[in-house]
C-alpha cells in the first residue's frame, strides 16, 4: 500500500483537497432528471444516468485544479446494478482526466474497488475487523474510517481504550498496518490529537477546512488531503476560488 502517487498528485497541483461526490438527487439540477426519467421513466436506470451526468460534468471542471475525486459509494449503489456501472464508469473517467480515485466504500472488502471492474487508486476501509483489511496492491491506498460523522458515531468510537478513545487506538493500529487514515471531523484539536497518536500517516479529513486542518500538515505542506463535497454543486470559478483560499492557508512544496 502507498499513499505516495497521490502526494505526488497534490504536489503537482499544490492543492491539498479533493472533489467529494456524494449527490444528493433533490440538488441535481431537475431538468436533467426530468430528461433521463421521460426516456427511461421513474426506474433506477433514470436515476443513475442522472447521476452519470452530474459526476461527468463535475469532474471535467475538477480535472487540472484538484488532485483527487472521492467518490461515496451509497448514493451509486442504491440505484443497483445501474449505479455501479455509474460508480465504476465515473472512476474510470476521473483517472482519464488525471484525478487520483478514492471510493468512499467503508468496506472490509478493499479489493472489491480496487481490482475487478472499478479499479479505484484507493477505498476507504473500516478498521474493526482487524489488520487484515488493509491487505491492498502496492500501488493501491487503504483508507480506514477511524471517525466518521455519522450522529451515532461516539456511541462506540468515543468509547476509552486504556488511555485515549476508541477510534484513537483504531488509528494507531491501523497506521502501523500502513493503512492511510479518514476522520470526518471540523475540529482542530480532534486532528492534533489524531496526528499526535499517527505522526506518519497520510489523513484524508472530511467536513474540515483549511484553517482548523493545519495541524496535519507538515512544513512541507504534506501528509493530508481535505475532501470538500461542496464543490460537486460549484461551477469552475467556485472550485478556482476555494483552490486559492486553501493556498492562501497550505503552501504544498
Known amino acids: 500500500m502507498s499513499a505516495e502517487r497521490l502526494q505526488a498528485a497534490i504536489r503537482r497541483t499544490k492543492t491539498p483537497v479533493a472533489l467529494v461526490l456524494d449527490p444528493r438527487e433533490d440538488r441535481l439540477e431537475k431538468k436533467y432528471l426530468k430528461n433521463f426519467t421521460d426516456l427511461y421513466g421513474d426506474c433506477p436506470m433514470a436515476h443513475a444516468e442522472a447521476l452519470r451526468y452530474h459526476g461527468s ?15 461515496r459509494a451509497e448514493p451509486y449503489l442504491r440505484q443497483g446494478f445501474m449505479g455501479m456501472d455509474v460508480l465504476s464508469n465515473l472512476v474510470n473517467m476521473a483517472k482519464n482526466q488525471g484525478l487520483y480515485t478514492i471510493v468512499d466504500a467503508r468496506t472490509s472488502a478493499p479489493e472489491v474497488y480496487t481490482a475487478g471492474g472499478i479499479h479505484a487508486d484507493g477505498v476507504t476501509v473500516t478498521p474493526y475487523p482487524g489488520s487484515d483489511v488493509c491487505r491492498a496492491a502496492e500501488d493501491k491506498s487503504v483508507f480506514a474510517a ?56 497520510f489523513l484524508l479529513l472530511l467536513g474540515c477546512d483549511g484553517e482548523n486542518a493545519l495541524p496535519a500538515f507538515d512544513d512541507y505542506g504534506r501528509g493530508a488531503l481535505l475532501g470538500d463535497d461542496t464543490l460537486q454543486y460549484a461551477d469552475a470559478d467556485a472550485i478556482q476560488a476555494a483552490v486559492r483560499q486553501l493556498k492562501q492557508l497550505v503552501t504544498v512544496l
Do not use: C
Open 57 to 71: 460534468q463535475s469532474i471535467s471542471q475538477a480535472a487540472g485544479k484538484l488532485p483527487a475525486v472521492m467518490l
Open 146 to 201: 477511524v471517525r466518521t460523522g455519522n450522529p451515532s458515531a461516539p456511541e462506540i468510537q468515543s468509547l476509552m481504550s486504556g488511555d485515549r478513545r476508541l477510534y484513537l487506538a483504531a488509528a494507531e493500529q491501523m497506521a502501523r498496518h500502513g493503512a492511510a487514515l479518514m476522520a470526518e471531523t471540523g475540529y482542530s484539536l480532534d486532528v492534533k490529537e489524531l496526528r499526535a497518536r499517527a505522526p506518519r500517516a
